[in-house]
C-alpha cells in the first residue's frame, strides 16, 4: 500500500461514506484537531518515564483515533459494526475515575497555574489546550454530534490538566502560580 495516494491533490478527500469534502470541510477540520491532539500525547509518552501514565495515554491515543473515525463518519456506518471506533459512557467514566485517581495525589489548587514544569508535564499542558480547540470544532459541527463525543472531550481536557499536574508533581517541578 502507497502512503500517497493523489486522491486528495486538488484539495479533497473522503469521509468513511465516500462522500467527498474540501480539505477545509469543518468536519475535517475538527478530526484534524483530534490527530493533532493525539501527535502531542505521543510527544508527551516520548518526553515521560512513567509507566503508569504512559499506559493511560496509550489508551486515549487509541480512543482519539476512535474519535476521529466517529467524526468521519457523519452517517454513523462504521461505528456500528467496529467497536474500536466507538467510545460511550463507560470511557468517559473511566476518564473521571482517572482524574480522581490522579488528582488525589496532588496538592489542592488555590490559585489558577500556570503551563509548564517537566517537558512531558509541558507538553500535556499543550495537549490540554489542544484538546480544548478540539472540542471547540466538535461542538461547532453541523449536524451536531453524538453528545458522548463532546462530554469526552470535555472530560479529556480536565484529564490531561490533571496527568500535566501529576507528572510535574512526580517529577519535582514546581507550579507557577499566578
Not at 475538527?30 to 505521543?42: F, I, Q, R, S, T
Not at 462530554?151 to 481536557?157: A, E, G, H, I, K
Amino acid at each position: 500500500m502507497k502512503i500517497y495516494t493523489r486522491t486528495g491533490d486538488a484539495g479533497e478527500t473522503s469521509l468513511f461514506d465516500g462522500t467527498r469534502v474540501s480539505k477545509a470541510d469543518p468536519r475535517v477540520d475538527a478530526y484534524g484537531e483530534v490527530d493533532e491532539l493525539n501527535a502531542c500525547l505521543g510527544l508527551a509518552r516520548a518526553s515521560s518515564a512513567d509507566a503508569g501514565i504512559d499506559a493511560e495515554l496509550v489508551r486515549i491515543q487509541r480512543d482519539l483515533f476512535a474519535l476521529g473515525a466517529q467524526l468521519a463518519d457523519p452517517g454513523d456506518r462504521i461505528a456500528a459494526r467496529v467497536t474500536k471506533a466507538a467510545l460511550g459512557d463507560d470511557d468517559v467514566s473511566r476518564l473521571e475515575a482517572l482524574i480522581d485517581r490522579y488528582d488525589a495525589e496532588l496538592p489542592p489548587l488555590r490559585r489558577f497555574i500556570l503551563a509548564g514544569g517537566s517537558p512531558a508535564g509541558a507538553t500535556l499542558h499543550v495537549a490540554r489546550a489542544v484538546c480544548r480547540r478540539a472540542e471547540r470544532r466538535i461542538v461547532s459541527l453541523d449536524p451536531a454530534v453524538d453528545t458522548v463525543l463532546i462530554r469526552y472531550v470535555n472530560r479529556l481536557s480536565d484529564l490531561l490538566f490533571v496527568l500535566a499536574r501529576a507528572v510535574n508533581h512526580r517529577a519535582g517541578a514546581a507550579e507557577t502560580e499566578w
